[in-house]
């Protein structure tokens, strides 16, 4: 986002402006604590239920999270990142089931799996392009069910694997569905934090390069092997971490849960919440948990037909997504509060 | 002094008189039960890959809604909520919380699938709330011993199996006997019923055993394989579709065993016309309901009454749909429960009298067939009744069989 302001910004006015006597870094540091203490006692002033369902929507947000880096900054269409949820949410299972391993120990080996996986999918997908990606990526999304059958000495075949609740730390004196949103919170936090490093910075610009031109991008420098492979890996294990995340809080795994249409959730929830943002990947997990409960509720006979109207509605009216769209408009907001600040940085092209 | 303290005595005896008189004329009541409504929780699949048996929870829908016009239970309305879970186990545990924890329900009734069964087992367990006939045929959901309010309803796939083993120990004492099974749960089910249902002839008997996966193309080489065995009994445990294939491998290569099919695939219109109709008389099968289209039904009050509701409330039903059947009469097993109840409806008491049926009998059940349940048998329909093919349609035949225990 290049504001025509920016062009007239003095060298020595950006690090010295103060309002009210901090600088705007201690106001954002300020307004971020604030965000993150209402967020963290959201859960103390719900119910039970809709902890669970806020729960569900964060462990999504990293999922889409995931499929952003690759589809949105890196330009790599995936229809199968369904496929490495499950592979997350299996390694955690029978990590957790055959080997007793402590819920929260499982989501490092997860996202490592996963980021292996995503790396070794990631180098035959270099010689794919567009939507021929896209349709192999769509054929792993339709083997996963199966795959998951078949290897039944290790996945429980078709009746999956039920897991043990995991238990609250002792004296903390909150219950499951309230310690487990504080988990997926302080996750979702950190695969934020993450992401906004890795894009902002060098990896992220070349992400970018690759995906606008990839010609240009060679000719600079980059190795766009390396990075699109770089890129895959990265989106696949905050995918499957997401998917290890999903396995620990629903506690139990079965083929049935990693349907087709999960991949197509990701991309749809990726594409409405703002395909190269990484806030927008908090409206896509909304969008996941919450559009297809509407829909049901509106008409009993065709959800899917409200489905796809709420899905053409905000292509139509926020064709960049929730945040790619409105994201601008905040940050000319914030700017008339604080000049030269954006609070939404994206990696869309303008 | 003294005085006193005797009047407060009296006064709180009477107080807790008081009390217990107006608990009991209120009744005892759960969540989700009032003077005038029972509420009752479910999940279906009434969109993706499993909305093939949606037609059952309109079934179930339509049910209640006739006997709400018909004055309710006791005097309350079902108040059936029933909610779309698309068959995905994770949108099944989402569901059912909130139809626990948001919609307040007092139990669980028919939710549809082994797998996202299995995904609220744990939940409803814990929290005690009663799942009461499940919709699914796995063995394990009679196992009180874990799970105590979790219950079943039809027949499982290994009280099939053993039904049939039982009909080959008596008929065929010299059998040889080939099984072609699904290899998941469901097929593994049945052949792990047929062993049990033979016992210590098992190993004698069962000479050979092959499975195919849903994704093969076609089951030929299994069935030549099985035929080289010299087996002289056929076991297929399949799903409709290769269940048509076996059918017509057998007659091709002209083996002749006697042949037994899994009762989910015995559907005339849809296994054994394409199939060739001629290609599958003599085969044997089991059955539990009556099937509408045998017109051996269609003259008796049962079927009429059957009719009149498909005709006046389950109008978008077929009548020729057997889930149709199934839909009614599991409806009408929860209503004998919850009349039983009289007015203590708590789930522990609605847990109860699920768990003590003894011997009830329902329209569309084969005559002779009953619903019994006990504290350590979590099996409601435990007989069916073995069924042969002529050419054109189903036959039962024979005395009900059981098999129930090991």
Same mark, same amino acid.
């Given at each position: 986002?290049?504001?025509?302001?920016?062009?007239? @910004?003095?060298?020595?006015?950006?690090?010295?402006?103060?309002?009210?006597?901090?600088?705007?870094?201690? *106001?954002? *540091?300020?307004?971020?604590?604030?965000? @993150?203490?209402?967020?963290?006692?959201?859960?103390?002033? +719900?119910?039970?239920?809709?902890?669970?369902?806020?729960?569900?929507?964060?462990?999504?947000?990293?999922?889409?999270?995931?499929?952003?880096?690759?589809?949105?900054?890196?330009?790599?269409?995936?229809?199968?990142?369904?496929?490495?949820?499950?592979?997350?949410?299996?390694?955690? =299972?029978?990590?957790?089931?055959?080997?007793?391993?402590?819920?929260?120990?499982? +989501?490092?080996?997860? =996202?490592? %799996?996963?980021?292996?996986?995503?790396?070794?999918?990631?180098?035959?997908?270099?010689?794919?392009?567009?939507?021929?990606?896209?349709?192999?990526?769509?054929?792993?999304?339709?083997?996963?069910?199966?795959?998951?059958?078949?290897?039944?000495?290790?996945?429980?075949?078709?009746?999956? @694997?039920? +897991?043990?609740?995991?238990?609250?730390?002792?004296?903390?004196?909150?219950?499951?569905?309230? *310690?487990?949103?504080?988990?997926?919170?302080?996750?979702?936090?950190?695969?934020?934090?993450?992401?906004?490093?890795?894009?902002?910075?060098?990896?992220?610009?070349?992400?970018?390069?690759?995906?606008?031109?990839? %010609?240009?991008?060679?000719?600079?420098?980059?190795?766009?092997?390396?990075?699109?492979?770089?890129?895959?890996?990265?989106?696949?294990?905050?995918?499957?971490?997401?998917?290890?995340?999903?396995?620990?809080? @629903?506690?139990?795994?079965?083929?049935?849960?990693?349907?087709?249409?999960?991949?197509?959730?990701?991309?749809?929830?990726?594409?409405?919440?703002?395909? =190269?943002?990484?806030?927008?990947?908090?409206?896509?997990?909304?969008?996941?948990?919450?559009?297809?409960?509407?829909?049901?509720?509106?008409?009993? =006979?065709?959800?899917?037909?409200?489905?796809?109207?709420?899905?053409?509605?905000?292509?139509?009216?926020?064709?960049?997504?929730?945040?790619?769209?409105?994201?601008? *408009?905040?940050?000319?907001?914030?700017?008339?509060?604080?000049?030269?600040?954006?609070?939404?940085?994206?990696?869309?092209?303008? | 002094?003294?005085?006193?303290?005797?009047?407060?005595?009296?006064?709180?005896?009477?107080?807790? &008189?008081?009390?217990?008189? /107006?608990?009991?004329?209120?009744?005892?009541?759960?969540?989700?039960?009032?003077?005038?409504?029972?509420?009752?929780?479910?999940?279906?699949?009434?969109?993706?890959?499993?909305?093939?048996?949606?037609?059952?929870?309109?079934?179930?829908?339509?049910?209640?809604?006739? !006997?709400?016009?018909?004055?309710?239970?006791?005097?309350?309305?079902?108040?059936?909520?029933?909610?779309?879970?698309?068959?995905?186990?994770?949108?099944?545990?989402?569901?059912?919380?909130? /139809?626990?924890?948001?919609?307040?329900?007092?139990?669980?009734?028919?939710?549809?699938?082994?797998?996202?069964?299995?995904?609220?087992?744990?939940?409803?367990?814990?929290?005690?709330?009663?799942?009461?006939?499940?919709?699914?045929?796995?063995?394990?959901?009679?196992?009180?011993?874990?799970?105590?309010? $979790?219950?079943?309803?039809?027949?499982?796939?290994? $009280?099939?199996?053993?039904?049939?083993?039982?009909?080959?120990?008596?008929?065929?004492?010299?059998?040889?006997?080939?099984?072609?099974?699904?290899?998941?749960?469901?097929?593994?089910?049945? /052949?792990?019923?047929?062993?049990?249902?033979?016992?210590?002839?098992?190993?004698?008997?069962?000479?050979?055993?092959?499975?195919?996966?849903?994704?093969?193309?076609?089951?030929?080489?299994?069935?030549?394989?099985?035929?080289?065995?010299?087996?002289?009994?056929?076991?297929?445990?399949?799903?409709?579709?290769?269940?048509?294939?076996?059918?017509?491998?057998?007659?091709? &290569?002209?083996?002749?065993?006697?042949?037994?099919?899994?009762? #989910?695939?015995?559907?005339?219109?849809?296994?054994?016309?394409?199939?060739?109709?001629?290609?599958?008389?003599?085969?044997?099968?089991?059955?539990?309901?009556?099937?509408?289209?045998?017109?051996?039904?269609?003259?008796?009050?049962?079927?009429?009454?059957?009719?009149?509701?498909?005709?006046?409330?389950?109008?978008?039903?077929?009548?020729?749909?057997?889930?149709?059947?199934?839909?009614?009469?599991?409806?009408?097993?929860?209503?004998?429960?919850?009349?039983?109840?009289?007015?203590?409806?708590?789930?522990?008491?609605?847990?109860?009298?699920? #768990?003590? !049926?003894?011997?009830?009998?329902?329209?569309?059940?084969?005559?002779?067939? $009953? &619903?019994?349940?006990?504290?350590?048998?979590?099996?409601?329909?435990?007989?069916?009744?073995?069924?042969?093919?002529?050419?054109?349609?189903?036959?039962?035949?024979?005395?009900?069989?059981?098999?129930?225990?090991?």
């Amino acid at each position: 986002m290049m504001d025509k302001s920016a062009t007239f @910004i003095a060298p020595e006015t950006l690090a010295g402006d103060r309002y009210a006597g901090l600088t705007a870094g201690a *106001w954002q *540091w300020i307004a971020a604590l604030i965000a @993150i203490a209402l967020v963290a006692a959201l859960p103390f002033g +719900l119910s039970k239920y809709h902890v669970f369902e806020l729960t569900m929507v964060m462990i999504y947000a990293i999922a889409v999270l995931g499929l952003n880096i690759l589809t949105g900054y890196n330009g790599q269409i995936s229809l199968g990142h369904g496929g490495f949820f499950a592979a997350g949410a299996y390694t955690a =299972a029978i990590l957790m089931h055959r080997y007793g391993v402590p819920y929260w120990a499982t +989501l490092p080996p997860a =996202a490592l %799996i996963c980021f292996v996986l995503g790396v070794l999918f990631g180098l035959p997908a270099l010689r794919f392009e567009g939507p021929y990606l896209a349709l192999v990526t769509l054929a792993m999304a339709l083997a996963t069910p199966q795959l998951l059958k078949y290897f039944d000495t290790w996945t429980g075949g078709q009746q999956g @694997i039920n +897991l043990a609740k995991p238990v609250p730390p002792a004296g903390l004196g909150i219950d499951r569905d309230r *310690w487990l949103y504080l988990v997926v919170l302080v996750a979702l936090l950190i695969a934020m934090r993450v992401a906004a490093n890795m894009l902002h910075g060098r990896t992220g610009r070349a992400f970018v390069a690759i995906r606008d031109h990839p %010609i240009a991008a060679a000719a600079m420098g980059i190795n766009t092997a390396r990075y699109k492979t770089l890129a895959f890996g990265t989106s696949t294990l905050f995918t499957g971490a997401a998917g290890a995340l999903a396995a620990i809080v @629903i506690g139990y795994v079965s083929p049935e849960s990693y349907s087709i249409f999960l991949s197509v959730s990701f991309l749809v929830g990726s594409a409405v919440g703002g395909i =190269a943002t990484i806030g927008g990947a908090i409206v896509g997990g909304l969008f996941i948990q919450f559009v297809p409960n509407l829909a049901n509720d509106v008409s009993d =006979a065709a959800p899917w037909a409200i489905y796809g109207l709420a899905m053409l509605l905000f292509m139509y009216l926020m064709p960049r997504g929730v945040v790619g769209s409105l994201g601008p *408009w905040i940050n000319r907001a914030l700017q008339r509060i604080m000049p030269h600040q954006t609070a939404f940085d994206d990696g869309a092209k303008e | 002094m003294a005085a006193q303290r005797a009047l407060n005595t009296g006064l709180s005896a009477l107080g807790f &008189i008081l009390a217990g008189v /107006l608990a009991a004329a209120a009744g005892q009541y759960g969540p989700g039960v009032s003077d005038t409504e029972i509420k009752i929780g479910n999940t279906m699949p009434y969109s993706g890959p499993g909305s093939g048996y949606s037609s059952i929870g309109k079934s179930l829908t339509a049910y209640f809604a006739m !006997i709400n016009d018909q004055g309710g239970i006791n005097g309350r309305k079902i108040n059936f909520i029933s909610r779309d879970d698309s068959y995905s186990p994770p949108k099944t545990v989402e569901q059912v919380r909130k /139809l626990v924890e948001e919609d307040q329900v007092l139990l669980l009734f028919q939710s549809l699938g082994t797998p996202t069964n299995i995904a609220i087992r744990g939940y409803l367990n814990d929290n005690k709330v009663p799942q009461l006939f499940v919709g699914s045929g796995a063995d394990q959901w009679n196992d009180p011993a874990h799970y105590p309010w $979790t219950i079943g309803w039809q027949p499982s796939y290994g $009280t099939e199996a053993r039904i049939f083993a039982r009909y080959v120990l008596k008929n065929l004492p010299n059998a040889t006997i080939a099984v072609l099974y699904q290899n998941d749960d469901f097929g593994k089910d049945y /052949l792990k019923g047929m062993r049990a249902g033979l016992g210590d002839k098992a190993n004698k008997m069962v000479v050979a055993t092959k499975s195919y996966e849903t994704t093969d193309p076609t089951v030929d080489s299994q069935i030549v394989a099985l035929q080289g065995s010299g087996a002289n009994v056929l076991l297929t445990a399949a799903i409709p579709k290769f269940t048509t294939l076996a059918i017509r491998k057998v007659y091709d &290569i002209g083996w002749h065993p006697t042949q037994f099919l899994n009762s #989910v695939s015995t559907s005339v219109g849809s296994v054994m016309k394409p199939a060739g109709a001629e290609k599958g008389v003599g085969i044997l099968s089991a059955a539990y309901t009556k099937d509408p289209t045998d017109p051996q039904w269609q003259n008796t009050p049962e079927y009429k009454d059957w009719l009149s509701w498909m005709k006046k409330y389950n109008t978008s039903g077929n009548v020729a749909d057997a889930f149709a059947v199934y839909g009614y009469s599991t409806a009408q097993t929860l209503v004998a429960v919850l009349k039983a109840c009289g007015d203590n409806l708590t789930r522990e008491n609605v847990m109860r009298e699920a #768990v003590q !049926i003894h011997d009830l009998k329902l329209p569309m059940l084969l005559p002779g067939i $009953t &619903i019994s349940t006990g504290a350590d048998d979590y099996a409601p329909i435990k007989q069916m009744k073995l069924q042969k093919f002529d050419g054109r349609t189903w036959k039962v035949f024979g005395d009900i069989v059981s098999g129930s225990g090991g």
